[in-house]
């Protein structure tokens, strides 16, 4: 349980931490950078897939994150989570590095061809959807650089929220430094939760009161950051005993199909762990790649954790479309090796 906790605040500050650093930009930019990413559906695709294509999970946070606050489309969270390969990848690059390569760049495909034919059929996203209005930029926000002086002279009269916010990136940002928040030896990932949570701490530190009032603590520490936690923790501890339920007996590898059902159900859980089951089948040579596609689509790792949080109907829309193109996909791929 230990365990699950730490998972819960490591996903939890990632995800506060990006949400901090858009906020940031977008006041920065007037909101010239959302605008623009919104407008370009064509880059939004390709950049979600190839967030969604890094190893890890980190990159499915940021396009969930992005998705939460309007900036990028319905068919662009489709389209990395198709591409993920969560924590899994580091595996497959591992045992079955030729396959792995082959596999992403497959997903990476039909990660942007359904994002773009989602969109084209749906639409815009329904307007009954939640959607976070926080992107709001107000007249008295015109961004400018803090001084020094002026920095200083905030940090002087420093108010509750600057302290806690503060304090709870700094230990953040020290326990990921010291391997009792995320990935235990230096790796991309330490590396990248440090700098996203050494960055949000800049932010904290020298923004001017109001933004940090309005935006960062209303906003992200206390509307969503509880919310992604609570919805992260209960999702995790419920993914453990569910695994084991759906582990797979030896028996059950009589059927391509019946496994190529069940690898799509498996990748359903919002969890790096299950998909194991078909990589390492798949490295013994016990099913068909058909099965380890059909997975590698539906399975997402945590990527969808924050979703959860953010719209429960989204979560399930998602997980939808993957379910149904990973058993499409993978009834296809397995016709072809017959």
């Not at 015109?142 to 600057?162: G, H, I, M, N, Y």
């Not at 084991?244 to 190529?260: C, D, F, M, T, Y």
Request: hydrophobic residues 55%.
């Amino acid at each position: 349980m230990t365990q699950v906790v730490l998972d819960s605040l490591m996903i939890t500050g990632f995800v506060a931490a990006m949400m901090l650093l858009i906020e940031y930009l977008n006041v920065l930019s007037s909101g010239e950078w959302s605008r623009r990413l919104a407008r370009g559906r064509i880059g939004q695709y390709l950049l979600a897939a190839v967030l969604g294509a890094t190893p890890g999970c980190l990159g499915a946070f940021t396009v969930v994150t992005l998705y939460s606050h309007g900036a990028v489309s319905f068919g662009s969270v489709v389209a990395a989570m198709i591409a993920t390969s969560g924590d899994e990848a580091f595996v497959m690059l591992a045992l079955i590095p030729k396959t792995a390569l082959a596999l992403m760049a497959i997903l990476f495909v039909l990660g942007v061809l359904a994002g773009v034919t989602l969109d084209f059929i749906a639409g815009k996203r329904p307007s009954s959807w939640p959607r976070c209005q926080a992107l709001v930029i107000h007249p008295e926000e015109k961004p400018a650089w803090l001084s020094p002086t002026e920095v200083l002279a905030q940090w002087r009269d420093c108010t509750a929220a600057r302290g806690i916010l503060a304090t709870a990136l700094a230990i953040f940002a020290t326990s990921i430094a010291a391997g009792q928040i995320g990935p235990s030896s230096w790796n991309w990932v330490r590396i990248s939760l440090l700098v996203s949570a050494g960055a949000s701490l800049f932010v904290v530190v020298t923004v001017p009161d109001h933004f940090l009032e309005d935006h960062l603590w209303r906003h992200v520490a206390r509307k969503h950051a509880p919310r992604v936690f609570l919805w992260t923790l209960a999702a995790l501890a419920l993914s453990g005993p569910v695994e084991r339920l759906l582990k797979i007996g030896g028996g059950a590898q009589e059927s391509n199909w019946l496994l190529l059902l069940m690898a799509c159900a498996i990748g359903l859980i919002p969890e790096s762990g299950p998909h194991l089951i078909f990589v390492t089948l798949y490295a013994q040579h016990a099913v068909p790649f058909g099965v380890l596609l059909a997975s590698s689509i539906v399975q997402d790792g945590h990527g969808m954790l924050p979703m959860l949080a953010h719209s429960r109907r989204a979560f399930l829309a998602v997980k939808g479309v993957n379910f149904l193109l990973g058993l499409a996909a993978g009834a296809v791929a397995m016709g072809l090796e017959m």
